[in-house]
């Protein structure tokens, strides 16, 4: 029987840390931006070692230093920093994150492979999750919490349809089209590397969200098979839609979904 992941700290979290808060950086800023602009009713942490306060806010050296363990901690630093932290520190630092760099494999570079082995590892030995990486983060329009850096998404609307994509630009797009056409959603998410929460995962999030009427899915790649046919079986005895474009079906089609998320782009006799 296949088993899906518990979401429910990333994709809706009561409190939040923006590891690589910066006043210059652009990510950063937008994240904190939107989380303000929505109204976000949970708490947010500011933690850079170089600052006091940022953003009118107490600043933190480290997720150590925070007064609580956070459901989420959104994490805008380096491959090889990233790394570092989770492995110098005894402490479980947050119950869910999104990793939004790069150097996770994607190619198949033999240095980026082990470093999303070793988040793997975390994820299974801490029980947490994580979104990404090489991603561009998540959206909960029912908690608020706008954790994609694109300012021109601040004033999506609620509504009955979720997306996840497991290309960021994309999904950006997409989404800025709803809002054109005064389409609400309930969540986006941008999957990316997929080192711990896949797909299906989120998909099985959705189908069991009461606000969720319709999903849409954008899949370069699927890493479970039998959990990816577990959820469309649940998806059609719930009677709720789930409307998928697959791409890579062509060797090049194939070759970017690698180079883009590591993941290989599989027989599309499943899909069909």
Not at 55 to 73: F, I, M, N, Q
Not at 182 to 200: C, K, M, R
Not at 219 to 229: A, H, M, Q, S
Request: overall charge negative; aromatic content about 8%.
């Amino acid at each position: 029987m296949a088993e899906f992941r518990d979401l429910s700290c990333l994709l809706d979290p009561r409190s939040v840390a923006i590891v690589g808060a910066s006043p210059k950086a652009g990510w950063p800023v937008r994240l904190w931006a939107n989380l303000q602009h929505c109204h976000y009713p949970g708490r947010v942490y500011p933690v850079n070692p170089n600052y006091e306060t940022m953003w009118g806010a107490k600043c933190y050296r480290s997720l150590e230093e925070l007064p609580e363990t956070v459901d989420h901690a959104v994490i805008i630093i380096p491959a090889e920093r990233v790394i570092e932290m989770l492995r110098n520190s005894p402490l479980i630092l947050f119950r869910s994150a999104t990793i939004y760099s790069g150097g996770f494999g994607e190619g198949g570079d033999p240095e980026g492979l082990k470093r999303k082995e070793f988040l793997q590892a975390y994820a299974r030995e801490n029980n947490v999750h994580f979104c990404g990486p090489n991603c561009m983060g998540l959206v909960s329009t029912g908690s608020r919490a706008m954790l994609f850096p694109d300012q021109r998404l601040a004033d999506i609307r609620e509504g009955g349809l979720a997306i996840v994509s497991q290309s960021g630009g994309l999904v950006g797009a997409l989404v800025r089209a709803a809002v054109g056409w005064g389409i609400g959603l309930s969540y986006f998410v941008t999957s990316g590397n997929e080192a711990d929460a896949e797909l299906s995962d989120y998909l099985h999030h959705f189908l069991n969200d009461e606000r969720t009427k319709v999903i849409g899915a954008f899949i370069e790649g699927v890493r479970d098979g039998e959990k990816f046919l577990a959820v469309a079986g649940e998806a059609l005895a719930l009677g709720k839609p789930i409307i998928a474009l697959k791409v890579g079906r062509s060797a090049k089609g194939e070759a970017a979904a690698m180079a883009h998320t590591g993941a290989l782009a599989g027989n599309d006799s499943v899909f069909d």
